[in-house]
T-cell receptor, first 110, second 113 residues
Framework: TQLLEQSPQFLSIQEGENLTVYCNSS?????LQWYRQEPGEGPVLLVT?????EVKKLKRLTFQFGDARKDSSLHITAAQPGDTGLYLC??????????FGKGNQVVVIP | NAGVMQNPRHLVRRRGQEARLRCSPM?????VYWYRQLPEEGLKFMVY????????ESGMPKERFSAEFPKEGPSILRIQQVVRGDSAAYFC???????????FGDGTRLSIL
């Protein structure tokens, strides 16, 4: 059973376009983290959202935590080829374990 | 991923051999976590350790797998009598005490011949 469902699984867009990917759960999380993973590397932490309704910005990336703390979205404005990667959402459960979604694979075409 | 060091980056073993994966946490981090990533699947929690203590090993197979984080030196994930199904990327993460974000190493890619 997957605690966190990410959609779409794969997204390909042209440079300069905007995109939004989603992370959903039926469970409430105390926080959610977004990571980006490149091939052959480990996940790199982008942001942690903690408060329901919270919005955090990281340059052209906007992260939102749902009011009920069950879901989150990542919006990228004017996507660049350097934004290509696997975006993972993760939430803590139990003894500080992290549950991960399967990821949103984003490809930005120059 | 500067800070969390994993080695080796790639490890090839034949069926029945032992695999030892090492992880040095970031400076100041006393909590270590191991995750496994299979193709087309997300990262799955295996074990959570503090120095000289296993806190949670609920995600680790009961047989052949063990983990330690000694007082001195890196954390070790040990897989005995490896089988083809053990082929995966194994990631280590570390965090400071408390419910803090985890930072990941670049993983060890284990291939079983």
């Amino acid at each position: 059973t997957q605690l966190l469902e990410q959609s779409p699984q794969f997204l390909s867009i042209q440079e300069g376009e905007n995109l939004t990917v989603y992370c959903n759960s039926s469970s409430v999380f105390s926080s959610l983290q977004w990571y980006r993973q490149e091939p052959g590397e480990g996940p790199v932490l982008l942001v942690t959202v903690v408060t329901g309704g919270e919005v955090k910005k990281l340059k052209r990336l906007t992260f939102q935590f749902g009011d009920a703390r069950k879901d989150s979205s990542l919006h990228i404005t004017a996507a660049q080829p350097g934004d290509t990667g696997l975006y993972l959402c993760a939430g803590p459960y139990g003894n500080n374990r992290l549950a991960f979604g399967k990821g949103n694979q984003v490809v930005v075409i120059p | 991923n500067a800070g969390v060091m994993q080695n080796p980056r790639h490890l090839v073993r034949r069926r029945g051999q032992e695999a030892r994966l090492r992880c040095s946490p970031m400076k100041g981090h006393s909590h270590v976590y191991w995750y496994r990533q299979l193709p087309e699947e997300g990262l799955k929690f295996m074990v959570y350790l503090q120095k000289e203590n296993i806190i949670d090993e609920s995600g680790m197979p009961k047989e052949r797998f063990s983990a330690e984080f000694p007082k001195e030196g890196p954390s070790i994930l040990r897989i005995q009598q490896v089988v083809r199904g053990d082929s995966a990327a194994y990631f280590c993460a570390s965090s400071p005490p408390g419910n803090q974000p985890q930072h990941f190493g670049d993983g060890t890619r284990l291939s079983i011949l």
